[in-house]
């Protein structure tokens, strides 16, 4: 398999529609900063035939309308794009509003054992620095934000939770993820927010972008 780095992204068909362009084989800050570039700059002036461009943790997949285009001719448009270096937009900088620990952070005490800080301690660290927004998905509105340093990671649990509720903060891999709706998870959960990322009656449904900053505050 060739190698996938921010410089040398792959460009992949999916089915008789799809595109996906990646940027990295695993997870890291460079590859999803190139993945959320490459994707805001398609997404302004969009190639023709193409419908659909959405952004993920290391690549972007885009979606094209095989009457109007073909996988070559946007292909080649794609890689004449590559060989700038398109930046993401302008982040939005939002506060989150959290209640750490208790019945909305069942896994705060234990979390923070595990790194050897106290409650206040891990709650003074992950709230120190704003994240950055990698991409949302998986389930409606869910939001992957990064990266915590080398001192906060740690990684998901054993056992799976059947369903927690939309809101609920979620830690592991070094990454700070927040619930739309209600879920199962493997992530610790560390507290409860009342934002929501997710409202089926708005345009767009989602309030938060890749790229966005988001700011903890404990309350």
Same mark, same amino acid.
């Given at each position: 398999m060739a190698f996938i780095a921010p410089d040398r992204p792959m460009i992949v068909p999916l089915g008789d529609s799809g595109i996906l362009v990646r940027f990295g084989e695993q997870l890291d800050d460079a590859a999803n900063r190139a993945a959320i570039g490459f994707a805001d700059s398609v997404l302004q002036s969009p190639p023709a035939g193409v419908e *659909? %461009?959405?952004?993920?943790? %290391?690549?972007?997949?885009?979606?094209?309308?095989?009457? !109007?285009?073909?996988?070559?001719?946007?292909?080649?448009?794609?890689?004449l794009r590559l060989t700038g270096r398109p930046s993401a937009h302008s982040p939005n =900088? $939002?506060?989150?509003?959290?209640?750490?620990?208790?019945?909305?952070?069942?896994?705060? *005490?234990?979390?923070?054992?595990?790194?050897?800080?106290?409650?206040?301690?891990?709650?003074?660290? $992950?709230?120190?620095?704003?994240?950055?927004?990698?991409?949302?998905?998986?389930?409606?509105?869910?939001?992957?934000?990064?990266? $915590?340093?080398?001192?906060?990671?740690?990684?998901?649990? !054993?056992? %799976?939770?059947?369903?927690?509720?939309?809101?609920?903060?979620l830690f592991a891999a070094g990454q700070t993820a927040i619930a739309a709706t209600d &879920?199962? =998870?493997?992530? $610790?959960? &560390?507290?409860? =927010?009342a934002f929501r990322n997710f409202d089926p009656l708005t345009d767009p449904p989602t309030q938060l972008r890749a790229g966005d900053l988001l700011t903890f505050r404990a309350i």
């Open positions: *659909e %461009v959405v952004p993920s943790l %290391v690549s972007v997949f885009l979606r094209y309308d095989p009457m !109007q285009s073909d996988f070559g001719g946007i292909c080649g448009e794609l890689r =900088t $939002h506060i989150i509003e959290v209640r750490f620990g208790g019945a909305d952070g069942p896994d705060l *005490e234990a979390v923070a054992a595990e790194l050897g800080l106290d409650a206040p301690g891990f709650i003074a660290r $992950h709230n120190a620095l704003p994240l950055r927004v990698l991409t949302t998905g998986f389930a409606p509105g869910f939001v992957y934000c990064g990266f $915590h340093p080398e001192g906060l990671v740690l990684p998901r649990r !054993q056992s %799976v939770r059947p369903m927690v509720p939309a809101g609920s903060v &879920i199962p =998870t493997g992530w $610790h959960v &560390i507290g409860r =927010t």
